[in-house]
């Protein structure tokens, strides 16, 4: 493999997420873990939304849907655990478990169903109305899970314990954080895998020019909804993993803010580019934090950058630095 | 005369109070080039638009390979060998023309659903494409971004992708357009060429080249039939220099 510039910017910011947590214990500051596993998570949502958005083109403002649906995963799966009884469907029910790799399969079936559903409908519509009808379902969510009172409404729910991960100690930030970690490596790994397959192809002439693609005879909705699909389910899985971060899952991680951070970190950090996401939730992640630490007022600061990368550099971050995204 | 490959009958599209198309008949047989002619808004595009599937007649039929299309969708028609190129062409331009081949050779092989090879490292995406690449003279172009072709490279690349679809009938939108005298040169020996492989339907505005390439001609004149028939019936009839050829003989 040849090492060009985006090669040596992405295995730069992935060695500089992964310091962060190391140099942060050395100074005996187990904060920093925290944050960066923050920044891991967000991150793979936002490659989950990149999917999405960047390869194909489908603006959705309402992936908050998917990230909070595998919280709510998360939350309403270790409830059970904890209290004893079974989730009950009528017809069956189901015991919860503190499991964290059955809570991930279930979150990304969910939202990955969720999406299914949500995408069917949606991606019969582009520019505006695509960004509006992900908007409309996802604050439907939002809605939902607030006027739902079983599982803590407008409260939220917490999650009493960290959820176990077999063999290891989850209560130990370092090794959450190397658990989120692995996982948005691996996402990282089948974005690249999706994006040079076929299917990518397909997906990216998709959104460069719908009319080209069925030409050739391919159907280019079933490819976006598939796309949609998987989109969610990294989303999704990303919320389960931010739910037992915070120990704790509200419906604002179902709001239109969420779905807006998103799209965000991604602007940020270079739309369709394979590390543009963990450089943008990097980004955005310090700047809450140090800007945050200095004026309530942050996002004013934050949407100053925004402004900046969207007039200046439009490739984002890896953009700026690594140059202009090279199709073969 | 041959079985047609394609057969239009009494094909009819209104928009409002103008009928674009009006009681068409049209057929393309075996190795021929089969011109479609006519002064603009003669209702050539809407035409090549309702065979290839984009817009919907409101009566008439369009039979391909002896099967009735009407109801399918553009995909379908072009899986089953409905190669088009377009008056104003359309590609994916971030594309490398290699890679837009490359589309038009997946499609071929059938799923686009294959999540884990990667496209540039697949010698049975690139060998085809190269091929047709080859074949139209842009192998030397081949890596370089549709954005940065020229106008009639463009063209020759969406004649590559109908090639690399297999296609069994061609219809291609004023190929010529915006071309230079050389450009046309070279296209109108090579479509010479091409209708051995399958018969071309062809919108042109350039008379030299259709006279030059055409076995049949029809003539359109506000979405009907004036003429149809050998180039030199259509280069005598008096409707046709009248209407369309100018009496400057």
Known sequence: ?328 | MAEPILDIRQLSKSFGALKATDGVDLDLVPGEIHALIGPNGAGKSTLINQIAGTLRPDTGTIRFLGQVINDLKVPERARLGLGRSFQISSLAPEFSALRNVMLAVQSVQGSSFRFFKPVMRDASLIAPAMEVLERVGLAERARIPVAELSHGERRQLEIAIALALGSRAFLLDEPMAGMGPEGSKTLTGFLDKLREEAPILLVEHDMDAVFALADRITVLVYGRVIASGKVEDIRKDPEVRKAYLGDEQ
């Open chain 1, 1 to 328: 493999m040849t090492m060009n510039r985006e090669t040596i910017v992405n295995i730069s910011l992935a060695l500089l997420l992964l310091a962060i947590p190391l140099i942060a214990l050395q100074l005996n500051s187990p904060f920093y873990v925290t944050l960066a596993t923050r920044m891991a998570i967000l991150a793979l949502a936002a490659v989950g939304l990149n999917l999405a958005l960047g390869l194909g083109g489908m603006v959705s403002f309402g992936h908050a849907a998917y990230f909070g649906v595998g919280g709510y995963v998360a939350g309403i799966l270790a409830h059970h655990a904890f209290s004893g009884l079974p989730l009950d469907f009528g017809l069956f029910q189901v015991p919860g478990t503190n499991m964290m790799p059955i809570i991930w399969v279930v979150a990304i079936l969910v939202s990955g169903l969720l999406a299914l559903f949500i995408g069917a409908i949606s991606i019969r519509t582009s520019g505006v109305y695509f960004i509006m009808i992900t908007l409309a379902f996802a604050q439907m969510t939002y809605y939902f899970a607030n006027s739902w009172p079983a599982y803590g409404g407008e409260d939220g729910l917490s999650i009493f314990v960290r959820n176990q991960f077999p063999g290891v100690n989850t209560l130990r930030p370092l090794t959450y954080f190397f658990i989120c970690y692995a996982i948005l490596l691996a996402a990282l790994v089948l974005f690249a895998a999706i994006r040079d397959s076929r299917f990518g192809a397909a997906l990216q002439a998709a959104r460069q020019n719908e009319v080209r693609v069925a030409t050739v005879g391919i159907n280019a909705n079933r490819i976006r909804l598939a796309a949609f699909v998987i989109s969610g389910m990294i989303t999704g899985l990303a919320g389960a993993l931010y739910a037992d971060l915070n120990r704790f899952v509200s419906p604002s991680m179902l709001s239109w803010h969420m779905s807006g951070e998103f799209i965000v970190l991604i602007i940020l950090g270079g739309v369709a580019r394979l590390y543009g996401p963990v450089a943008g939730a990097m980004l955005f992640v310090m700047f809450e934090f140090l800007l945050g630490g200095m004026t309530d007022r942050w996002q004013f600061f934050l949407g100053l950058v925004l402004l900046g990368v969207v007039l200046l550099a439009r490739g984002g971050l890896v953009g700026w630095l690594a140059g202009r995204a090279r199709h073969g």
